[in-house]
C-alpha cells in the first residue's frame, strides 16, 4: 500500500501546529506580560490557553480548509488540499465542523487536563485524557486506511485531502 499522502498529511498537520506555537505562544507571553496577566489556577490557565491558542488555531483551520485554495501553510509546502468528495471547496459549515472534529482530541486534552482539574479525581481526569488519545488513535487508523484520503473528520463531514 502506498501511504505517501498519509505521511504528507500528517507532516502538514505537524508543521502547521509547530507553526502556530511558534507564532501564538510568545504572542500569548507577551499579551500576559503587557497585561500583568498571570493565570495561577488550572481554570484560569485553560481560559488562556482557549483565548490564546485555541480560538486562533480553530480560525487558522477553518479559515484555511475553507479558503480557495483549501489548504493551511503546511498543506501547502506539501501540495495537498481539502475538497468535498466531488472536488468542490468546503462551505464554511462543513469546514467548522471539520475543525471541530479534527480538533476535538486537543481541545478534550485541554478540558481535562485543565478547566475540569479541581472538579475531577484523578482517574476521571486520566480517563479522559486516555479517551482523547485513543480518539487520535482512530483518527491515524483511518488516515492510514484510507492512505491520506480521509480521517474521521473527513468521513463525517464529506470531505478529503486530495493532491493540488
Known amino acids: 500500500m502506498n501511504f505517501a499522502l498519509a505521511v504528507r498529511r500528517i507532516t502538514a498537520y505537524l508543521i502547521d501546529i509547530i507553526l502556530l ?12 506580560w503587557l497585561l500583568n496577566l498571570s493565570p495561577q489556577t488550572p481554570r484560569q490557565v485553560w481560559i ?24 493551511t501553510l503546511g498543506k501547502r509546502l506539501l501540495q495537498i488540499r481539502v475538497t468535498m468528495t466531488n472536488g468542490n ?20 486534552v485541554h478540558v481535562f487536563g485543565f478547566a475540569l482539574a479541581d472538579e475531577l479525581n484523578v482517574a476521571m481526569q486520566s480517563a479522559g ?3 482523547a488519545n485513543i480518539l487520535l ?14 480521517s474521521l473528520h ?11
Open 129 to 131: 485524557l486516555i479517551a
Open 48 to 71: 488562556a490557553t482557549v483565548l490564546s491558542f485555541s480560538i486562533p488555531t480553530w480560525l487558522y483551520f477553518l479559515l484555511s480548509d475553507h479558503s480557495t485554495s483549501g489548504a
Open 154 to 164: 473527513d468521513l463525517l463531514v464529506g470531505t478529503q485531502v486530495r493532491l493540488r
Open 21 to 32: 506555537f511558534v507564532v501564538l505562544a510568545p504572542a500569548a507571553t507577551l499579551v500576559e
Open 89 to 108: 471547496r468546503p462551505s464554511l459549515k462543513r469546514s467548522f465542523a471539520r475543525t471541530a472534529i479534527k480538533l476535538l482530541p486537543w481541545e478534550m
Open 137 to 150: 488513535f482512530f483518527y491515524l487508523a483511518i488516515t492510514f486506511a484510507s492512505r491520506g484520503r480521509r
